[in-house]
Each structure stands twice: as structure tokens, then as C-alpha cells.
């Protein structure tokens, strides 16, 4: 074999990427990294079975099935437990969930933003063995699908919009652990008129309508990837399951479900802007009340949920202790509101202790008077002075419904 040909660039530079623990510390603590023998790291592949498209059960009383996705019922939400377990994050696919096997997993960086431009055929090629063997960083944050609550901008506000019908449940708060991108990107070099990165992932082709619109893909600024933006590999100290990406995501925190790939599998870093399906026709703000041009989504709203069925009933005369949960994408929430009366009055919620993570938790003691119908509301506002609406505009994709929910309780 030839010294310059792909295959031998390829295997020198996972060799170079994997070596070298002390510039790889050295390295991470210059972005805020962590030892990797500080964090549980996983070290074999998750075992599944597939049988649909989506592999790991789904209880009723934890699911809604929506066919590829599935949402999680906030009535099976534990109020003792401030993370969401694995098995029961919801699930967002465009396609079916793909069986891959951590030892052949290779993630491929190329691109002429990289101070040794490479095309995708001479990509630099890293390893599952070689991520674990770098230092991480371990991130505790919300993970939302954009068209989280789409369902109300037909039950509330009566403008329906196209896509799966979620209430609240698209969202969750996970430890992730993984290798700062920053990281790589640095030791690999990065050149400084680096503009943006295109994230791949590797399960099957997307076809919508009779087009093929090739991989799940999205590019998003060289900022946000030496800013926070990590190459997870485990959730709540244990390997991803294969519907939340495993063996690698990527994870970019405070920002659209669709931005952080999951099953990972090539990077490029580009001197100028890229675009894909998931950043031009989708994922961005399209309707009346948009312009044109209107940019992709970034970071996620703040937005509010009960830890209660809807239509749930509740005793009169005795009190009953409402507890929910609020978050947002820009900066942890400071203040929570809820109104038993359909929004006539508001009363303070109390906050519970973990506010600067990923979502806050809250509880509101009522002692309902009469039996009847009743409306519940929560609001939240955010460190960086956002406050949930009464409404939001209509968009078509029912992207951000941001808006207060009307939640309906009965009172016997």
C-alpha cells in the first residue's frame, strides 16, 4: 500500500488523534474538559434486536406511539426524579432506528476548514476505542424536539399544522457524557476563517413525497462547536441506547432536537456556510407571519408542563400539591407561575433546588373549593428575561409552540 493513499492517511490519523493522554489533557483543560477516568465510560456496544422502528419497548403507560417517534406521557413522570431515565426519553426518528456496531463505528472529519483540508475520501478518521480513550466532559441538559406542544396550535389556538401531533411529552433532561468537539477540532487544527460544521448521521436516506433527500443531516457555526457542543456517548453514566444514538451523537446543548445528530458519522468543517434539507426547508420559521428569508432555529423556548394527565381528576376540598416542570434553551428558569382558574389569578410556584441544569422542577399546593371543570396554566420565565405568551404565531411546520397551555382538570 502506498504511504499517501487514503486508507493509510486515514489509519495515521486515528493513531495520532488516539495517542498522547498528557496533550489530551492538557488539551481539555484548556476548553473546560475533564479526565475520561472520571466519568463511567462505556466500553461495549448496546445489544438490541430490531423489530420495528423504534427498538426498545414502549409501555403504554409511559408512550404515546406516533409510528417512527414516540412521545412520553407526563402523568408516568416520577416528581422524585430530576433525570430522565433512558428508557424513558421520547423517541424522534425520520427513519427506523439502525443496529450499529461500536467496533467498526468510524466518524469521518473532513473539510477545508480544517488547517489540513481534507476531502470526505481523505477524511481524518476517529474510532469508538479512540473517543473513550479522550478526556470528557459530562453536560446535564434538555433535549426537546422542535415541534414539541404542535398539537396545540390546533386545540388551542385552531390554525393545525402539519407533522406528528405532540403535546409536551417530545423533551427530557439527560447526564450526558462525551468528548468536548472543541477538543478534536483543535488537536486536528482548525483554521481561524472556519465558518460552520455539517453534522451526518448514519441511518438510512430520508425519502418524503417520492424525494430522497439523502442522510439526516445540519450544519451549524464553528462557534457553537468550540463552545459547548460534545461527542456523546452515554446518558445517565451508561452507553446511549441505540434510539438515542448510539454508539456516538452529537450533542448540542440549549439548542433544537434536530441539531444534535444522533448515530454520528462524518463532520465537516466548511470555510463557508452549509446548508442542508434540515436548516433550508425545514426547522425554520415558514407562514404568514415569517419573512422568506427567515433563519434556521437554534435555541429552544421556554415552555412549561404539569406532571398530570390531561382531564385528570382531582379531590375537592382537600389539598392536592400540583407539581410540574419548566425549561428553556437561553438560560435557566428563575420564576414559575400557575393559575387554577383559567388564568384569572396567578400565583408563585416554588422552585425546586437544581435551577441551573436542565429543567426546573416546581410545585403549587391547591385546595380546590368546588367540584366543576377547571383550567390549569403554568408560566415560566427565564434568566434571560423570556416569559411563555398567551400565543404565539402559526407557523406551518408547528414549530416552537411556546405559548401557555390550557391543561383541563375535574374536580370531584
Partial sequence: MSPDSPSSYARRDVLRLGAGAAAALVAARAVGGSPAAAVTAPSAPATAVPSGPILKPLPTEWFTPFGTNAEMRWDSVDPR??????????????TSTPVIDAATWELRIHGDGLADPRTAERAHVLTYRDLLRLPARTATTVLECTGNGRSFFATQQGTPASGTAWQLGAVGTVRWTGVPLSLVLRRLGL???????????????????????????????????VDDALLVYAMNGRPLLPDHGFPVRLLLPGWIGIA???????????????????????????????????????????????????????????RTVLTGRSWSGAAPVRRVEVSTDGGETWGAARLGRRRGEGWTQWSYPWRPRGSGEHVLLARATDAAGRTQPDEVPFNDGGYFFSAVVRHPVAVA
Fill in 260 to 318: 444534535s445528530i444522533k448515530w454520528l458519522g462524518e463532520l465537516e468543517v466548511s470555510r463557508s456556510t452549509l446548508t442542508s434539507p434540515w436548516n433550508t426547508k425545514w426547522y425554520r420559521m415558514t407562514g404568514p407571519a415569517y419573512p422568506a428569508d427567515a433563519p434556521p432555529l437554534t435555541v429552544t423556548p421556554v415552555k412549561s408542563a404539569f406532571e398530570l394527565a390531561r382531564g385528570a381528576e382531582i379531590p375537592a376540598g382537600r
Fill in 191 to 225: 483554521r481561524r476563517d472556519a465558518v460552520d460544521v455539517q453534522a451526518t448521521g448514519l441511518d438510512a436516506p430520508y425519502v418524503s413525497g417520492g424525494v430522497d433527500y439523502g442522510a439526516v443531516r445540519r450544519p451549524f457555526p464553528v462557534a457553537k462547536a
Fill in 81 to 94: 426524579r430530576y433525570l430522565t431515565a433512558p428508557e424513558r426519553l421520547f423517541v424522534r426518528n425520520h
